[in-house]
Antibody, heavy 121, light 107 residues
Framework: QLQLQESGPGLVKPSETLSLTCTVS??????????WAWIRQPPGKGLEWIGT???????YYNPSLKSRVTISIDTSKNQFSLKLSSVTAADTAVYYC?????????????WGQGTLVTVSS | DIQMTQSPSSLSASVGDRVTITCRAS??????LNWYQQKPGKAPKLLIY???SLQSGVPSRFSGSGSGTDFTLTISSLQPADFATYSC?????????FGPGTKVDIK
């Protein structure tokens, strides 16, 4: 049973960098059958794609956030991470990590429980 | 970016009702359309992928149809566990985008 778990600070000051880690258990993060993604949801709003990590280590970032986002992988720990720099109150959201399945039209078939990050001084 | 819209934005229904939710893409996405269910305080859950394929473990009362730009999610007989928000998502081109959601609540 695949499980994803987000971890990181729940409170970040404006202009600082938000850092989150997603730990994957029950499956390998290096499998070529899947990709890994970060998605966020501001309170009371819809879901926004932040970026994607492919099995070969390549990344894709949403152009709306590209200048501030870095996604990286640590295969030794079966983890991948998100860094979002120069945060503002608009970055307050629940952040989810998820697995995308190439075999199922790249749908997101497993999600972490999500972690609320509040940007405030 | 491909824009996704949904209608209605919310609906009230009773247990046993047949419910249909519509999703429209701003350009053709073939069958690269997925549906998710989200309950308050919980992560989204995949229901339907590739427009009409039922995810493993999802009850058969859920079904999806459509291709190109117009898609529907149907719940054939609404159950108490189905009161939630439903969102569509296109996985045709990056950035993958979501619809704004349709909230289904109890009449």
């Amino acid at each position: 049973q695949l499980q994803l778990q987000e971890s990181g600070p729940g409170l970040v000051k404006p202009s600082e960098t938000l850092s989150l880690t997603c730990t994957v258990s029950g499956g390998s993060i290096s499998s070529s059958s899947y990709y890994w993604a970060w998605i966020r949801q501001p309170p009371g709003k819809g879901l926004e794609w932040i970026g994607t990590l492919y099995y070969d280590g390549n990344t894709y970032y949403n152009p709306s956030l590209k200048s501030r986002v870095t996604i990286s992988i640590d295969t030794s720990k079966n983890q991948f991470s998100l860094k979002l720099s120069s945060v503002t109150a608009a970055d307050t959201a629940v952040y989810y990590c998820a697995r995308g399945n190439y075999g199922d039209y790249e749908s997101l078939d497993s999600w972490g429980q999500g972690t609320l990050v509040t940007v405030s001084s | 970016d491909i824009q996704m819209t949904q209608s209605p934005s919310s609906l009230s229904a009773s247990v046993g009702d047949r419910v249909t939710i519509t999703c429209r893409a701003s350009q053709s996405i073939s069958s690269y359309l997925n549906w998710y269910q989200q309950k308050p305080g919980k992560a989204p859950k995949l229901l339907i992928y590739a427009a009409s394929s039922l995810q493993s473990g999802v009850p058969s009362r859920f079904s999806g149809s459509g291709s190109g730009t117009d898609f529907t999610l149907t719940i054939s007989s609404l159950q108490p566990a189905d009161f939630a928000t439903y969102s569509c998502q296109q996985s045709y081109s990056t950035p993958f985008t979501f619809g704004p959601g349709t909230k289904v609540d109890i009449k």
